[in-house]
């Protein structure tokens, strides 16, 4: 099996979430907050979403610490906020990576974050590429239980940046680049605490 999915719990009803991953046959949940609770979704805490998944036939995974938008690093904040190309480079997080594609190879998984729509979430735009730049199909599901490739995801990130498709002098990856930064930057966690990261030099 070579395909992944995506999915934001965001204020979805449990019965709902759990109907949309059943009609897309998930066997396993991969929990990448960095924080396995919820406090305007409580039904999304960790203790029971894995009863109400347990409940479906459905293994949970929390893999926050691998796979998390936060980092406890210095290294991997730029002026307080977390540089996604930099935590992706990270041990921790390739070990994530790398236990997730392990998993594949038993269960049809879905990585859960928060957000709903997956171009506002690092679950798209940190793990899901880095995932779809090993050769992986990732499919994000949306609320409305439509699939968005990966592929389209990226086309809807440029539009979102305002960045072509391509011109004379770059690609349509070098705009795609450009726009995982442009979007970063918007999104990423912020940790003021992590603004003086620049004793941490990183290029």
Known sequence: MNEIYTIGHSNLEIAAFIALLRQHDITALCDVRSRPYSRY???YSSEPLKIAL???????????????????????YKHGRVQYSRLAEEPLFQE???????????????LMCSEKDPVECHRALLVARQLF????????????????????????????????????????????AQAYVVQGERVAYK?????????????
């Open 41 to 43: 979704a409580q039904q």
């Open 54 to 76: 347990a409940a479906a036939d459905i293994a949970y995974s929390f893999l926050g610490k691998e796979l998390g938008a936060r980092s406890e690093n210095p290294a991997c």
């Open 96 to 110: 994530g990576i790398d236990r997730v594609i392990q998993g594949m190879k038993r269960y049809r998984i879905a």
């Open 133 to 176: 730049k090993r050769g992986i199909q990732v499919s994000h599901l949306l609320a409305d239980s439509s699939l968005e490739s990966h592929a389209d995801l990226e086309s809807r990130l440029l539009a979102l940046c305002k960045l072509p498709e391509g011109d004379m002098f770059n690609t349509r990856k070098d705009f795609v």
């Open 191 to 203: 940790d003021d605490a992590m603004s003086g990261e620049e004793m941490f030099p990183v290029p």
